[in-house]
């Protein structure tokens, strides 16, 4: 049977050590050298960031995320152990696991790090599809010519090369379609590859869960439970026409994904439709000046992620929600693009002093939409606002600053509100 060191790369039959490097990293199946479509995902993405850049955390409980009324972005495996997982409230999380050490996202740092992780990729193939910063499917059909090697050395030597040069890892699904490839990178988390062969796909199936097929929510799952579907032979069971009436169009994707059929092509750069960044507060507040002070800080991470990703935004968008979960959004189109904060702060506060500030806000939120490059922003100047290129300027130098010394190297005072 075909095996391949994930160490060395080295290729060789069925061991149970690489007979090149005496390792035990062996990964072996009937079709390794045939399948070409791979889903990797990184390992508590940004937990593992945060603990690279700060080794006192390495061995430590870490959640990324906070606030009592927050969520979980992610959190690290030894939290995990504990029950703790992404899109849980914080105070949930703290109660399972208080010893954690709860870290604010450095979302800016974390971009930097996937276009590393992605250039690495662009070296193996074009085909590729993020899913988000930390994961994406990959087509390495017809790469092996080109290499040398067959996709699965490939992969084993991206991740073992994610590793070395940043620290960070990841796993690895292979199979012979995006559903069934990404279903592989969950089975042997962190560090993990995993394969599903075409030969073996309905059997592999036949008794999982079906919570496992990707994007069947709370209510999803409900209603295939009331119809006593639970597993992939349950649904397997049902004919085409019968799952379409009982379950609409999500009934006829459900027939094929059970019997692991996925058409789906991988598709190169899905386009980012929209930045925003929101926070939902402690305690509901009522005060103006805290809340510019929050207004600011949101608008900061937004454009700290437009320049990041390399684009700048035509709208910005400001959304409010209050105690009684009533929500507000405002939205203004500028005259040309922009992703400095200056400018977003100045739009987002301008649509705030026009909404009516007499109840308290549980919510806030800053967002840029309407995208376009980079190279496209802040063309124009402002007649009206003679000092708005010295502001940009000390924009730049302040994100110069914190590039090399950290993003606390400066922060503005109305941050500290």
């Known amino acids: 049977m075909p095996a391949l060191c994930r160490d060395c790369l080295t290729m060789f039959e069925t061991g149970t050590r690489c007979p090149a490097c005496a390792r035990p990293r062996i990964i072996s199946h009937p079709e390794l050298f045939d399948l070409s479509i791979a889903h990797m995902d990184c390992d508590a993405f940004y937990a593992s960031v945060e603990k690279r850049d700060n080794p006192e955390l390495r061995d430590k409980p870490v959640i990324i995320g906070g606030g009592k009324r927050g969520v979980v972005s992610t959190a690290c495996y030894i939290a995990r ?32 790090v996937s276009r590393q992780i992605r250039a690495m990729m662009e070296e193996m193939t074009p085909a590729i599809e993020p899913l988000s910063l930390d994961e994406a499917f990959m087509d390495l059909t017809g790469t092996a010519r080109l290499h040398g090697k067959p996709p699965a050395a490939m992969l084993a030597g991206l991740v073992n090369r994610m590793r070395a040069e940043l620290g960070i890892t990841g796993s690895i699904g292979l199979s012979h379609n995006k559903f069934l490839a990404k279903l592989a990178s969950d089975l042997d988390k962190p560090r993990g590859f995993s394969i599903i062969g075409k030969a073996e796909t309905m059997a592999f199936l036949s008794d999982k869960p079906v919570r496992m097929i990707w994007g069947i929510g709370q209510a999803g799952q409900a209603s295939l439970d009331k119809a006593g579907i639970r597993r992939f032979a349950d649904l397997r069971r049902w004919d085409r026409k019968a799952l379409a009436d009982r379950f609409g169009t999500m009934g006829d994707r459900l027939y094929f994904l059970s019997r692991g059929e996925d058409n789906r092509r991988v598709k190169r750069d899905r386009a980012v439709k929209s930045i925003s960044n929101e926070t939902t507060f402690s305690d509901d507040i009522a005060d103006p000046d805290i809340l510019d002070g929050h207004i600011w800080r949101m608008t900061e991470k937004v454009a700290a992620r437009a320049k990041a990703k390399a684009i700048a935004g035509r709208v910005v968008t400001l959304k409010l929600k209050r105690a009684d979960f009533t929500q507000i959004t405002r939205r203004v189109s500028l005259g040309d693009a922009t992703h400095m904060a200056d400018r977003i702060y100045r739009t987002a506060r301008g649509l705030f002093d026009a909404v009516d500030h007499t109840r308290p806000y549980r919510l806030l939120g800053v967002g840029l939409s309407d995208l376009v490059p980079s190279d496209q ?31 606390d190297a400066i922060v503005k005072g109305r941050a500290l509100r």
């Open 81 to 112: 152990i504990k029950g703790v997982k992404s899109a849980m409230p914080m105070f949930k999380a703290l109660k399972l696991c208080p010893e954690a050490v709860v870290v604010r996202g450095r979302m800016e740092v974390y971009a930097q």
């Open 377 to 407: 922003a802040d063309r124009s100047g402002n007649l009206l606002d003679p000092d708005q290129a010295k502001r940009y300027q000390a924009e730049r130098a302040a994100d110069a600053i914190r590039n090399r010394f950290g993003k």
